[in-house]
């Protein structure tokens, strides 16, 4: 992966392949440069405004632009990124650093070197906030999945190798903290993509709990792994039911990270459908394509749970994958089947294709036997997720106001997009069977909101209470079909690590 490091070097002089420096939309339409990009201009003899106007330049943000500097700045090529309005004078919210960090390092694919000179406030000091917001932009945007690709064929330039964020002399300690701290978070993005984009014919249940396991001894978690025969005699009915259809048998994976400090534990808990064909209620086949994305929720709760030992933070964390490929075989369950989660309550099993509500409902409860203060799983749950809130916006949903509150600003504070959504009681009896406890789909309008209904019947109590939980629809941000934009890319894109890892340092600080 990507190295990153800080620098206090001039931009100018800095030995690298190329140099970012950002430029600001200006009120008459002309880019205005931001802090960060004056040595550079000087050593341009004071022509960048004038070479960006001729390049039509406006200072947008989405704009990239590279200049060679012909023997003027030490490094050959300059590139300049749009960061729109400031927010405060030429300061810029740290999505827009992320993003024009992203962009940037994208576009240097091939790239050896690279260093960055953005996030600067005009005295040349750098918030930490900043720091992280332009590391990780830049980390993230280093990113392409290769595993199966030819590097020789069809001109593939691979990531950005080495990063310098380009900060103020001397460099701050608590700077450097927040470099390391984005390069633990974002290599656990970066995996979690690999996972994600990972053909789903080399990651079975199996093989996903194996990748677990190796995660979980290279960083000192705690693992079990139950397997289908386990999962069959502990009563793992939705486990068991959405996996008996295919030759992969099903895995419910438990890590544990423990802190001597901690005075609380939260719960993380995974979607982990490692394909999902819908089994008898088949997909057609355009959505199907997109399907070996639905382990992402899992892959996120693996990964973060690895962030967050590397990053030692003081609280208790669990993590829970249910793991199982959802095909339709002779085997596989049919509509009307009626299973039994753990725990004991029955579900009438209508459309096959419903089926992460059914594996999460079996870890939710075993995930609430463990009495923990928080849970929170995220999970690609429903296309209804899409309708509501489109391709990059994630629906939380909760059984607590001040708790999803709480989960929406974690998340912005991450830079991930998040938003609010109700669970409205009145959808609840639309779930009602005639034959079951529940049915696994009811009414069809709003969609996410009633599968988030059908999980809260699955959250535990704690001192007759229920446990504050709250749900994560990532079924569009897991995976971007389009183009690659900002510090995104195309197919996976690790969407949930980033929330959960500053949902539990949030824990960490009491905040929660
Ligand atoms: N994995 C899908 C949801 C999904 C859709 C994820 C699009 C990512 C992109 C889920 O298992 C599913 O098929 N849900 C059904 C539920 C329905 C049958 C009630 C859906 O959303 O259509
Ligand atoms: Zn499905
Ligand atoms: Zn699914």
């Known amino acids: 992966m990507t190295v990153i490091a800080l620098a206090a070097e001039s931009a100018d002089q800095i030995k690298a392949d190329a140099v970012i420096v950002g430029v600001a939309a200006g009120p008459d339409g002309r880019p205005v440069l931001a802090p960060g990009s004056d040595s550079i201009n000087t050593a341009l003899r004071r022509r960048l405004v004038a070479t960006l106007v001729s390049l039509g330049a406006t200072g947008q943000a989405g704009e990239c632009h590279r200049i060679a500097t012909l023997g003027a700045t030490t490094a050959p090529v300059v590139v300049v990124v749009g960061l729109g309005t400031p927010v405060r004078r030429q300061q810029f919210a ?93 290599d656990a993005v970066c995996t979690v ?22 995660e979980a001894s290279r960083v000192g978690l705690a693992i079990e792994v139950l397997d289908e025969k386990a999962l069959k005699k502990g009563g793992y009915g939705g486990i068991v039911g959405v996996g008996q259809g295919s030759v992969n048998p099903p895995r419910l994976v438990r890590l544990a990270y423990r802190h001597p400090k901690a005075t609380k534990t939260i719960a993380l808990v995974g979607k982990g459908i490692t394909f999902d064909s819908g089994g008898l209620s088949l997909k057609p086949a355009a959505p199907m394509e997109w399907m070996k ?22 609280v208790n964390v669990t993590g829970w994958a249910p793991l199982a490929e959802n095909m ?19 579900v009438e099993v209508l459309n096959t294709d419903a089926e992460g509500r059914l594996v999460l409902a079996d870890a939710l409860v075993r995930a609430s036997e463990e009495l923990p203060d928080l849970i929170v799983d995220a999970a690609t749950l429903t296309g209804a997720q899409l309708v509501a809130l489109g391709t990059r916006m994630s629906g939380v949903m909760a059984n607590d106001d001040d708790f999803r509150t709480a989960v929406v600003a974690a998340a912005t504070r991450a830079g991930e997009h998040m938003w609010p959504m109700p669970i409205p ?37 704690r001192d007759g209470e229920p446990i504050p939980w709250a749900h994560l629809d990532i079924a569009g941000p897991a995976f971007n079909q389009g183009d690659a934009y900002g510090y995104t890319p195309k197919g996976g894109t690790g969407a949930a690590v980033r929330t959960f890892v500053q949902l539990a340092d949030d824990v960490a600080a009491g905040l929660l």
């Open 193 to 214: 993509r690999d996972l994600v984009n990972t053909p789903p014919s080399d990651l079975h249940p199996r093989e996903f709990a194996d990748f677990a396991t190796a």
């Open 425 to 461: 009681p009145e959808l609840r009896k639309s779930l009602d069977s005639s034959v079951a406890d529940i049915a696994n789909i009811g009414e069809s309008f709003g969609g996410m909101l009633v599968a988030a209904s059908f999980l809260c019947e699955f959250v535990g109590k």
């Open 94 to 186: 740290p999505e827009v650093l992320r993003r024009a960090a992203g962009l940037a390092v994208r576009s240097l694919a091939g790239a050896g070197k690279v260093a960055i000179s953005l996030g600067t406030a005009p005295d040349g000091t750098i918030t930490d906030e900043s720091v992280t917001a332009v590391a990780d932009g830049a980390l993230l945007g280093a990113y392409s999945y290769r595993r199966y690709r030819n590097a020789t064929l069809h001109g593939y330039l691979p990531p950005v190798r080495s990063l310098v964020v380009l900060v103020a002399d001397p460099i701050q300690r608590s700077a450097k903290q927040a470099v390391a701290r984005s390069k633990i978070v974002c």
């Open 328 to 346: 339709p075989s002779g085997s596989a369950q049919r509509p009307s089947d009626v299973i039994s989660i753990y725990g004991g309550k029955t």
């Open 293 to 314: 994305s639905d382990m992402g929720g899992a892959a996120a709760v693996v990964m973060a749970m690895v962030a967050i030992a590397q990053l030692k933070l003081p």
